[in-house]
């Protein structure tokens, strides 16, 4: 709840002194019905595990079969509990699946099913290398809890990596001529002339570490 208590209690310039008693009164009330929503708030707080005190985050996650992980953070873990139902309901589909890890905050992530030259009980999850290497273990996790019985899941990451490549030309040219030596007044039928011109573009990678 979003109360502009400025604009709420707002007074007359001739009563809004600043140090007069009226409006000492005034602020004295604000900070009271301050503490009252917020007391009348905090009940209705709990019921969501984004804005829940920890020790009751951990009753629902009880509730909900979700454990903590000791790697992941503490906004995750509240993501994982808030919505243990639709991840569930989701569960082994690939539309589930990249909700779950869209809402989960893994930016980027594919899903392949029947890969070429992999056995067909196989689903292969592409994901960046940075988000494998700090979330192992919650992957690790949502494949035994939320993979099909079904199927065996395997990680492929893609290392994301700036490459230069600084471009340089050199280009040819070369001219053959080929006569034949003739006696007679006439010229020779046998000159011909065979020109050529190449050119070729190099590009030289640079790695950036």
Known sequence: ????????????VWLARQGSELNKLRRAAVKFWQRFVD??????????????????VHLLAWEREISQLATETEAMYRTRVKYALPFAKGAGS??????????????????????????????????????FGNQQALLELICRQYG?????????????????????????NNDLAIAALSTHLKPAKRIMTMAGDSSYHVAATEQRV
């Open 39 to 56: 007391l009348m708030e905090f009940p209705a707080k709990q019921l969501d595990p984004m804005t829940a005190e920890l020790e009751l």
């Open 94 to 131: 690939k539309v589930g699946w990249l909700s779950m890890f869209e809402k989960l905050g893994i930016p980027w992530i594919t899903i392949n099913e029947r890969v070429s030259d992999v056995d067909w009980d196989v689903v292969d999850l592409q994901l960046l290398d940075n988000s």
């Open 148 to 172: 099909r019985t079904t199927r065996r899941y395997q990680f492929t990451t893609i290392a994301q990596m700036h490459i230069t490549m600084p471009l340089t030309t050199f280009a040819s």
């Open 1 to 12: 709840m979003s109360i502009d208590w400025s604009l709420l209690t707002k007074m007359p």
